[in-house]
């Protein structure tokens, strides 16, 4: 069993940063892939960025380089630094786990084994 806890969330004007951090309990042992996903109200989530087991990041387009997704392995915790930051940008964040061992990215909600309970963030204009 794996827990994600997710912070950082918070409220932030367009253009403005915020860095969320997902914090992982439990069963954190071997490679596996964590990810972020978004959804916001009236909408589907969403995926935003993965980080494999081996340091390999993929991002949705709609990223276009203004975030940055890193693992702190001394902490289990993994972080999404988020710059630029627009209204569209606005949902509740979730991290999650694929815990396939030493897997591929995956943007597909289903591959993810674990899921934490997401944080807030809205981008004011």
């Known amino acids: 069993q794996m827990q994600l806890a997710e912070s950082g969330g918070g409220l932030v004007q367009a253009g403005g940063s915020l860095t969320l951090s997902c914090a992982a309990s439990?069963?954190?042992?071997?490679?596996?892939?964590m990810g972020w996903f978004r959804q916001a109200p009236g909408s589907a989530r969403e995926f935003v960025a993965a980080?494999?087991?081996?340091?390999?990041?993929y991002y949705a387009d709609f990223v276009e380089g203004r975030f940055t997704v890193s693992r702190d392995k001394s902490e289990n915790t993994v972080n999404l630094l988020m710059d630029s930051l627009k209204p569209a940008d606005t949902a509740t964040y979730y991290c999650?786990?694929?815990?396939?061992?030493?897997?591929?990215?995956?943007?597909?909600?289903?591959?993810?084994?674990?899921w934490g309970q997401g944080t807030q963030v809205t981008v004011s204009v």
């Open positions: 999650a786990a694929d815990i396939s061992p030493y897997g591929d990215a995956t943007i597909r909600m289903s591959d993810y084994n674990y």
């Open positions: 980080l494999t087991w081996n340091g390999a990041t």
């Open positions: 439990g069963r954190t042992s071997g490679g596996y892939t």
